[in-house]
C-alpha cells in the first residue's frame, strides 16, 4: 500500500529553509508572518501576477498542481512555499 502526501515546504527570501507542513493553511500563516515585517502589504506571486496574499487565493494557486512554487512579496521581505508528494 502506498501513501500519498502533499508537503508544503516553507522558505524565506533569501533560500533559508524554514519549515515543512502537511497542512497549507499553517504554511500560510508562518509565510505570512515571515513577509509582513515592513510597512507594505503582503502579495502573492504567480506567473508574473500579484495578487492579494489570501489563504483562498493560494488554495486556488495549488489545486491540482504540484512541484509548485508560490512567492510572498512585501517591499524586502518574502517568502516562498513549494507544493510537492512525500510517497511513502
Do not use: P, W
Not at 3 to 25: A, H, M, P, R, W
Not at 56 to 65: I, N, P, V
Amino acid at each position: 500500500m502506498t501513501t500519498k502526501v502533499n508537503i508544503y515546504c516553507l522558505f524565506e527570501s533569501d533560500g533559508n529553509f524554514y519549515g515543512v507542513y502537511s497542512s497549507l493553511k499553517a504554511a500560510h500563516r508562518d509565510a505570512l508572518k515571515i513577509s509582513n515585517k515592513g510597512i507594505r502589504e503582503v502579495f502573492l506571486e504567480a506567473n508574473g501576477i500579484y495578487h492579494k496574499a489570501t489563504f483562498a487565493k493560494l488554495r486556488s494557486f495549488f489545486q491540482g498542481e504540484m512541484d509548485k512554487k508560490i512567492r510572498y512579496v512585501s517591499g524586502t521581505h518574502g517568502a516562498f512555499i513549494v507544493k510537492t508528494k512525500l510517497k511513502e
